[in-house]
């Protein structure tokens, strides 16, 4: 099954400098077989494109490049669009975006909760017990895998409670989807502190 992922890693000239010292390295250490596996991937490469060339007017179907990148696209809209809903503590638009069986495990609770409606009566419950509240992805990856989307890294959790200071937290998080009925809806979602980051 194709994998691709979406998002950016920092690291800018001096990543650039360690990634070509490296494949120069590897290049040496490959010898001959290197040379062989460029001239295969170049004259595979032709093939990809005579292959594809089409007269116009005909129906061609989509890549699975193409597909796989489409559907990043729509996994990375639905995740954007939990992120708001969140961040406007819209729950039915949040819960929307849900699968029955989701799987939730709080960054502030050892324990799963299991199934929408339980999902969804935590949420009431936290978003009754804040005046406000943000959460701020830092640097979100996206990963799909056949009909399984990936979301994850870490953010910004600020809460203010009714009856407490603002408080600001760092967790890591991993969101599962499943594409269901061509749509993405959330499986499971996993968030946890970040010891160093409190």
Known sequence: MPSTEYGVSGG???????TAALRGHLRKAAG????????RKKRDSKRQVIGSACASGCNKQPTKKGEVMADIDDLRATFEQAVAAIN???LNEYSALWHEQIVAFPPFSPFPVDGKAAVRQLAEANFANVESGSLMPINPQCR???TTGLAWGHAALS???KDGPLRTV????TWTFAKTDGQWREVAVHGSLI???N
């Not at 760092?170 to 998080?173: C, E, L, Q, T, V």
């Open 144 to 146: 799909v895998i056949g």
């Open 12 to 18: 800018g000239r001096a990543h650039s400098s360690a």
């Open 170 to 173: 760092f967790i890591r998080y």
């Open 195 to 197: 010891p160093s980051g």
């Open 32 to 39: 001959p077989f290197c040379f062989e596996r460029r001239a």
């Open 159 to 161: 809460l203010k409670p």
């Open 88 to 90: 406007r503590r819209d």
